[in-house]
């Protein structure tokens, strides 16, 4: 991913399986740079898909994005299968005009 822009907005969606066959007894959270909390502790069940969770904006207000994955103490955790990060554009912003060739 490039850069992100501090002038758009982006959501996380995740996919996780859990570690070790420990069906929802495993449980997961997400933060941004600066410790900000994207989803608190999440049990992971299957290969679900969770989100989308906004991303603070000023988790990248600097031009780049730190995600980190926690787990409970004592438990595995869990895989990240796939993660997107989805831009959507802020309302204040134009349309981005497409032209054809």
Same mark, same amino acid.
């Given at each position: 991913?490039?850069?992100?822009?501090?002038?758009s !907005?982006? +959501?996380? +969606? @995740?996919?996780?399986l859990?570690?070790?066959g420990?069906?929802?007894?495993?449980?997961?959270?997400?933060t941004? #740079?600066?410790?900000?909390? *994207?989803h608190?502790?999440?049990? @992971?069940?299957?290969?679900n *898909?969770?989100g989308?969770?906004?991303?603070? &904006?000023?988790?990248? =207000?600097n031009? $780049?994005l !730190?995600?980190t994955?926690? #787990?409970?103490?004592? !438990?595995?955790?869990?895989? @990240?299968?796939e993660?997107w @990060?989805? =831009? $959507? &554009?802020?309302q204040?912003?134009?349309?981005? !005009? &497409?032209?054809?060739?």
């Amino acid at each position: 991913m490039s850069a992100p822009d501090p002038k758009s !907005e982006y +959501r996380l +969606r @995740i996919r996780y399986l859990p570690r070790g066959g420990a069906l929802g007894r495993n449980h997961v959270r997400a933060t941004a #740079s600066q410790n900000q909390v *994207i989803h608190d502790f999440q049990p @992971i069940t299957s290969a679900n *898909i969770l989100g989308p969770f906004t991303i603070p &904006r000023t988790a990248y =207000r600097n031009g $780049t994005l !730190e995600l980190t994955w926690t #787990s409970k103490p004592g !438990e595995q955790g869990a895989q @990240i299968l796939e993660l997107w @990060i989805l =831009r $959507t &554009r802020l309302q204040s912003q134009p349309p981005v !005009e &497409r032209h054809q060739r």
